[in-house]
């Protein structure tokens, strides 16, 4: 069965404190790997799309990387205003539903 | 903003209970999802429609069903209702074809089920 898994489930960090966010994947034919951004009460914000191993996307302080069985989502020197919860989804197979993780719930404090 | 539209944005109901949420897909999209989400499951996958015709479904309830208009906005039927049908309902647009796999969530709609 097709899975993803989002680590750590919350995490704190001090204004300009850098770290990253892990998402690993089980799934039968990889078509594609979406970050999003969700504030609370809001609909998920579309963030980055990853197809291949190897492969890197930035967006101003945020990274995100690809390997054949995780992805990593590297924030630069955070601000307050990133904080939010951060989700992880796939595509797999013949399939365009995405397959979420339970996300990582970001705060940065000043 | 993302482009899609969702309505309403709150809705109070009993139990036993019929409503409807509607939602507009981004200006051009075929496609359009359902999620649900709620604070134990997550983020799920409903149905999907594309160009009006069912192509997709996941976990979705035989309470529940949707429907794709010919102008493309699309309907979740949510009926016979239970407390546990309390969540967030979001519904995602997207385009066709090679490099249009991004999908894009409207502001959702939240239901409380009393």
């Known amino acids: 069965e097709d899975q993803v898994t989002q680590s750590p489930e919350a995490l704190r960090l001090q204004e300009g404190e850098s770290s990253s966010l892990n998402c690993s994947y089980t799934?039968?034919?990889?078509?594609?790997l979406f970050w999003y951004r969700q504030d609370p009460g809001k609909g998920p914000e579309f963030l980055f799309t990853?197809?291949?191993a190897g492969e890197e996307k930035e967006k101003e302080r945020l990274k995100a990387t690809l390997t054949k069985k995780e992805s990593f989502l590297h924030i630069t020197a955070p601000k307050p205003e990133d904080s939010a919860t951060y989700l992880c989804?796939?595509?797999?197979?013949?399939?365009?539903?995405?397959?979420f993780g339970a996300g990582t719930r970001l705060a940065v404090h000043p | 903003d993302s482009g899609v539209t969702q309505t309403p944005k709150h809705l109070i109901t009993a139990t036993g209970q019929r409503v409807t949420l509607r939602c507009s897909p981004r200006?051009?999209?075929?496609?359009v999802y359902w999620y649900q989400q709620s604070l134990d499951q997550g983020l799920q996958f409903l149905i999907q429609?594309?160009?009006?015709?069912?192509?997709a479904k996941g976990n979705i309830l035989e309470r529940f069903s949707a429907q794709q208009f010919p102008d493309l906005h699309s309907e979740l039927n949510l009926s016979s209702l239970e407390l546990g049908d309390s969540a967030l309902y979001f519904c995602?647009?997207?385009?066709?074809?090679?490099?249009?796999?991004?999908?894009?969530f409207g502001p959702g709609t939240r239901l409380t089920v009393l």
């Open positions: 995602a647009s997207s385009g066709s074809g090679a490099g249009n796999s991004e999908q894009f």
């Open positions: 799934v039968s034919g990889l078509r594609g």
């Open positions: 990853l197809y291949s």
């Open positions: 989804a796939v595509q797999a197979g013949g399939y365009n539903k995405l397959i």
């Open positions: 200006s051009g999209d075929l496609s």
């Open positions: 429609y594309y160009n009006g015709e069912e192509r």
